[in-house]
Protein backbone atom coordinates (compact mmCIF):
# COMPACT_ATOMS: atom_id res chain seq x y z
CA UNK A 1 0.00 0.00 0.00
CA UNK A 2 1.01 3.19 -1.16
CA UNK A 3 0.18 6.41 1.07
CA UNK A 4 -0.11 10.48 0.06
CA UNK A 5 -0.16 13.22 2.30
CA UNK A 6 -1.84 16.36 2.26
CA UNK A 7 -3.54 18.97 3.28
CA UNK A 8 -1.13 20.73 6.03
CA UNK A 9 -0.49 24.48 5.97
CA UNK A 10 -1.21 27.65 8.16
CA UNK A 11 -3.54 28.17 11.02
CA UNK A 12 -4.25 30.47 13.91
CA UNK A 13 -5.26 28.79 17.21
CA UNK A 14 -8.51 27.86 17.62
CA UNK A 15 -9.19 27.48 13.73
CA UNK A 16 -9.51 23.68 11.64
CA UNK A 17 -7.61 21.99 9.10
CA UNK A 18 -8.20 19.03 6.99
CA UNK A 19 -5.39 16.53 6.38
CA UNK A 20 -6.02 13.89 4.27
CA UNK A 21 -4.16 10.72 3.23
CA UNK A 22 -5.05 9.09 0.07
CA UNK A 23 -4.48 5.06 -0.58
CA UNK A 24 -3.46 3.26 -2.92
CA UNK A 25 -2.50 -0.39 -3.61
CA UNK A 26 -3.54 -3.44 -2.20
CA UNK A 27 -5.72 -2.34 1.42
CA UNK A 28 -8.23 -4.15 3.24
CA UNK A 29 -10.82 -3.07 5.30
CA UNK A 30 -8.36 -4.14 8.74
CA UNK A 31 -5.77 -2.17 7.07
CA UNK A 32 -5.39 0.32 10.14
CA UNK A 33 -4.51 3.74 8.95
CA UNK A 34 -2.56 5.80 11.44
CA UNK A 35 -1.56 9.80 11.59
CA UNK A 36 1.72 10.48 13.46
CA UNK A 37 3.07 13.67 14.30
CA UNK A 38 6.61 14.95 14.81
CA UNK A 39 7.47 18.02 16.37
CA UNK A 40 11.22 19.88 16.27
CA UNK A 41 13.12 18.47 18.87
CA UNK A 42 10.53 15.85 19.98
CA UNK A 43 10.12 12.43 19.06
CA UNK A 44 7.36 10.68 16.61
CA UNK A 45 3.96 10.37 17.92
CA UNK A 46 0.82 8.79 17.47
CA UNK A 47 -2.24 10.96 17.06
CA UNK A 48 -5.12 8.51 16.12
CA UNK A 49 -5.25 5.14 14.17
CA UNK A 50 -8.23 4.24 12.52
CA UNK A 51 -9.62 0.47 10.23
CA UNK A 52 -9.49 1.21 6.66
CA UNK A 53 -13.26 0.37 7.05
CA UNK A 54 -13.80 2.61 9.51
CA UNK A 55 -13.93 0.77 12.16
CA UNK A 56 -12.30 1.83 15.82
CA UNK A 57 -11.32 5.09 15.54
CA UNK A 58 -8.11 6.18 18.50
CA UNK A 59 -7.20 9.48 19.42
CA UNK A 60 -3.97 10.47 21.56
CA UNK A 61 -5.71 11.99 24.59
CA UNK A 62 -4.19 15.61 23.37
CA UNK A 63 -6.41 15.44 20.59
CA UNK A 64 -9.65 13.68 21.82
CA UNK A 65 -12.81 15.86 21.22
CA UNK A 66 -10.96 18.18 18.65
CA UNK A 67 -9.32 15.81 15.89
CA UNK A 68 -12.08 13.78 13.83
CA UNK A 69 -11.73 10.51 10.94
CA UNK A 70 -13.69 10.61 8.01
CA UNK A 71 -13.35 9.19 4.61
CA UNK A 72 -15.13 9.11 1.31
CA UNK A 73 -15.87 6.66 -1.20
CA UNK A 74 -12.22 6.84 -2.78
CA UNK A 75 -9.02 5.56 -0.72
CA UNK A 76 -8.93 8.83 1.28
CA UNK A 77 -9.00 9.29 4.59
CA UNK A 78 -9.46 12.82 6.20
CA UNK A 79 -8.42 13.87 9.71
CA UNK A 80 -10.51 16.94 10.24
CA UNK A 81 -8.72 19.12 12.90
CA UNK A 82 -10.58 21.65 15.18
CA UNK A 83 -9.75 24.16 17.86
CA UNK A 84 -5.96 23.97 16.85
CA UNK A 85 -3.66 24.75 19.23
CA UNK A 86 -0.01 25.91 18.88
CA UNK A 87 1.54 22.56 20.50
CA UNK A 88 -0.45 21.21 17.83
CA UNK A 89 2.36 22.18 15.65
CA UNK A 90 4.80 19.31 13.58
CA UNK A 91 4.90 17.33 10.61
CA UNK A 92 2.11 15.19 10.00
CA UNK A 93 2.72 11.55 8.50
CA UNK A 94 0.08 9.19 7.64
CA UNK A 95 1.26 5.79 7.64
CA UNK A 96 -0.86 2.27 7.21
CA UNK A 97 -0.37 -1.43 9.29
CA UNK A 98 -1.69 -4.22 6.95
CA UNK A 99 -3.50 -7.15 8.61
CA UNK A 100 -0.80 -9.76 10.75
CA UNK A 101 1.48 -7.06 11.00
CA UNK A 102 3.08 -5.23 14.12
CA UNK A 103 4.48 -2.57 12.68
CA UNK A 104 3.39 0.51 10.29
CA UNK A 105 5.11 -0.28 7.62
CA UNK A 106 4.53 1.89 4.52
CA UNK A 107 4.06 6.01 4.89
CA UNK A 108 3.62 8.92 3.41
CA UNK A 109 5.58 12.16 2.97
CA UNK A 110 4.91 14.49 6.06
CA UNK A 111 3.16 17.39 5.54
CA UNK A 112 3.96 20.44 7.80
CA UNK A 113 0.90 21.90 10.32
CA UNK A 114 1.79 25.44 11.88
CA UNK A 115 -0.28 26.47 14.47
CA UNK A 116 0.11 30.46 15.08
CA UNK A 117 -0.67 32.09 18.83
Known amino acids: VQLQASGGGLAQAGGSLRLSCALS????????VAWFRQAPGKERESVAS???????PSYADSVKGRFTFSRDSAKTIYLQMNSLKPEDTAVYYC????????????WGQGTQVTVSS
Open 95 to 106: AARQPGRADYHS
Open 25 to 32: GRTFGSTR
Open 50 to 56: IYYNGAG
